[in-house]
Structures are given as C-alpha cells and as structure tokens.
C-alpha cells in the first residue's frame, strides 16, 4: 500500500505527503480554489480516503471525488466526523452532475468495507490486492433493493443541507478573509521555496 499511495501521490500532483502537512489545502469550486485551513480533523480522514482512492480506483477529478463520497458514505466513515461531512457533501454534488456513477458507487460502498478506524500504518504494509480482498473491495456485481435506495435518499437529504451550509461558509466574509489570507500564505511559501 505505501508504493502504491507514493505512486497515487505523484501521478496526482500532491507532493511526496499527499499534502498532509501543509496548513491550508485548497478547495476547488469549479475553477476557483478556495485555501481553507487544513484542520486536524481533515488532516486525519483525508489519510484514508486516499488509501480508498488506491483500492478503488476512483479518480481524483470532480466526478472521481463524487463517486468516492458516495462510496464513502455507502461504506461507512466511522467516527471521521470531517469524512462524513464532506463526503455527504460531495455525494449531492455528485447526483447533480453524474447521478448514475454517484448511485452506482454508493452501491458499490453499501456491498465493501472501508478502512476508517484501522490502524493507518499497519494498513500501509498490506498488500493492495490482499487488502482488497479482505474488505470486499471489487467483488461485485453489487445489487440494490429499497433499503439501499432508502439509504441513498436519506444521504442525499443530508448532504443538500450539509452542502448548503458548506456553501454559505464558502461565499461568507469570514470566508473570503480566508482565503485571501491563504492565497498570501500559499504565495510567501513558494516565494521562500529555493
């Protein structure tokens, strides 16, 4: 698993950390990057979502990012309470711009077991292929009855209130503050960058 996160890591473009350690990440709407705090919270969810995006296969493109909140929440995201929130997020934006893949992955995760709440450094020693076999990751095909359509529906009621208070957070002036005050942090540590 730790190769093939390295390997994820460059091909994304996420540095040699997956960008773990910086103090803002930047969050894409649409075009426009809006640099938020890189809180702890993000911090220790976002670890494991990538190693899902390793298991998976899911895209770091917004429809990729889309499908892996749906997966996520099909899933489960333990006591990530940040993975949850965006991930919730993430799946209403996904059934705006591609609701069968959206659904589909949300299936897909109802069926498979994700790695929140494992133990992140033991899991970096797996290997891909066993770890997917032990957590059902591909085995398919996966069938949806009512419960799992039910379920779908409650996520997606949560995650258009969820969504909609992220984007009031997002157009705030508390919010533009930041990230003005981020877009000059990011720019004064490339500047310092030899």
Same mark, same amino acid.
């Given at each position: 698993?730790?190769?093939?996160?390295?390997?994820?890591?460059?091909?994304?473009?996420?540095?040699?950390?997956?960008?773990?350690?910086?103090?803002?990440?930047?969050?894409?709407?649409?075009?426009?990057?809006?640099?938020?705090?890189?809180?702890?919270?993000?911090?220790?969810?976002?670890?494991?979502?990538?190693?899902?995006?390793? &298991?998976?296969?899911?895209?770091? =493109? $917004?429809?990729? @990012?889309?499908? %892996?909140? +749906?997966?996520?929440?099909? /899933? #489960?995201? *333990?006591?990530?309470?940040?993975?949850?929130?965006?991930?919730?997020?993430?799946?209403?934006?996904?059934?705006?711009?591609?609701?069968?893949?959206?659904?589909?992955?949300?299936?897909?995760?109802?069926?498979?077991?994700?790695?929140?709440?494992?133990?992140?450094?033991?899991? &970096?020693?797996?290997?891909?292929? =066993? $770890?997917?076999? @032990?957590?059902? %990751?591909? +085995?398919?095909?996966?069938? /949806? #009855?009512? *419960?799992?359509?039910?379920?779908?529906?409650?996520?997606?009621?949560?995650?258009?209130?969820?969504?909609?208070?992220?984007?009031?957070?997002?157009?705030?002036?508390?919010?533009?503050?930041?990230?003005?005050?981020?877009?000059?942090?990011?720019?004064?540590?490339?500047?310092?960058?030899?």
């Amino acid at each position: 698993m730790a190769t093939a996160l390295r390997r994820y890591f460059d091909e994304s473009g996420f540095g040699e950390d997956g960008g773990y350690a910086s103090d803002w990440v930047d969050f894409k709407l649409g075009p426009l990057p809006f640099p938020l705090p890189n809180t702890e919270a993000r911090k220790r969810a976002v670890r494991f979502h990538d190693l899902h995006h390793v &298991l998976t296969g899911y895209r770091t =493109d $917004l429809t990729g @990012e889309f499908e %892996i909140s +749906a997966w996520e929440i099909g /899933a #489960g995201c *333990g006591d990530f309470h940040a993975a949850w929130v965006l991930n919730l997020s993430g799946m209403t934006g996904g059934l705006l711009t591609a609701p069968v893949r959206t659904w589909r992955a949300f299936v897909r995760g109802l069926d498979e077991q994700s790695t929140y709440g494992r133990d992140y450094e033991a899991l &970096l020693e797996r290997n891909v292929e =066993d $770890l997917r076999a @032990e957590l059902g %990751i591909g +085995a398919g095909p996966h069938r /949806a #009855g009512l *419960g799992a359509a039910l379920r779908f529906a409650a996520a997606i009621t949560a995650g258009a209130v969820v969504g909609s208070l992220m984007m009031l957070v997002l157009v705030s002036p508390i919010t533009l503050a930041l990230w003005s005050r981020g877009r000059r942090a990011k720019a004064q540590a490339l500047a310092a960058t030899p």
